[in-house]
Antibody, heavy 120, light 107 residues
Framework: QVQLQESGPGLVKPSQTLSLTCTVS??????????WSWIRQHPGKGLEWIGY???????YYNPSLKSRVTISGDTSKNQFSLKLSSVTAADTAVYYC????????????WGQGTLVTVSS | EIVLTQSPDFQSVTPKEKVTITCRAS??????LHWYQQKPDQSPKLLIK???QSFSGVPSRFSGSGSGTDFTLTINSLEAEDAATYYC?????????FGQGTKLEIK
């Protein structure tokens, strides 16, 4: 079973870049079978899909965030990362990484989530 | 993008009751609809994939149905541990989108 763990700063200043890493175990980001995805949840609100990366390195981003988002992978560490630039208070949220089954396209496994607060 | 609308937003129910949550898509998505359960301070967990297929380890009291634009999550004989917010998600068309959530309170 795939397990995912987010890590990164819990506090980011406005206009700076939010950077998070997801460490994957029980599966390899360099093999097919999964897309590797980021999702966020504003406090007390619903879920917003940010984007994903495939083992080939191809990515797809939510158009609502596309101009500010980069998702990349580090196969040597079996990690993938999220960078969100020019953050504002509206980017304060719990950020989850999740695996997307290549055949079913559902989010079958999730990390526990990490709260990122944007504040000076 | 495809908009998913869940109803109701909130429901207060008693144990052993049967619960039905609906999810309506703004356009046809075939069976590309999945359901998740999120308990307080936890990450979401996959319950049902492709409208009606139970994910591994999910109790049999959870079931799903529907296709096209209208989908249903049913919980038979509700248990206290089912208190949570439930979300639908479509994977028919990028960007992936979620419903706004349905919060179940156990009386």
């Amino acid at each position: 079973q795939v397990q995912l763990q987010e890590s990164g700063p819990g506090l980011v200043k406005p206009s700076q870049t939010l950077s998070l890493t997801c460490t994957v175990s029980g599966g390899s980001i360099s093999s097919g079978g999964y897309y590797w995805s980021w999702i966020r949840q504003h406090p007390g609100k619903g879920l917003e899909w940010i984007g994903y990366i495939y083992y080939s390195g191809s990515t797809y981003y939510n158009p609502s965030l596309k101009s500010r988002v980069t998702i990349s992978g580090d196969t040597s560490k079996n990690q993938f990362s999220l960078k969100l630039s020019s953050v504002t208070a509206a980017d304060t949220a719990v950020y989850y990484c999740a695996s997307v089954d290549y055949g079913d396209y559902d989010f079958d496994y999730w990390g526990q989530g990490t709260l990122v607060t944007v504040s000076s | 993008e495809i908009v998913l609308t869940q109803s109701p937003d909130f429901q207060s129910v008693t144990p052993k009751e049967k619960v039905t949550i609906t999810c309506r898509a703004s356009q046809s998505i075939g069976s590309s609809l999945h359901w998740y359960q999120q308990k307080p301070d936890q990450s979401p967990k996959l319950l049902i994939k492709y409208a009606s297929q139970s994910f591994s380890g999910v109790p049999s009291r959870f079931s799903g149905s529907g296709s096209g634009t209208d989908f249903t999550l049913t919980i038979n004989s509700l248990e206290a541990e089912d208190a949570a917010t439930y979300y639908c998600h479509q994977s028919s068309t990028l960007p992936y989108t979620f419903g706004q959530g349905t919060k179940l309170e156990i009386k």
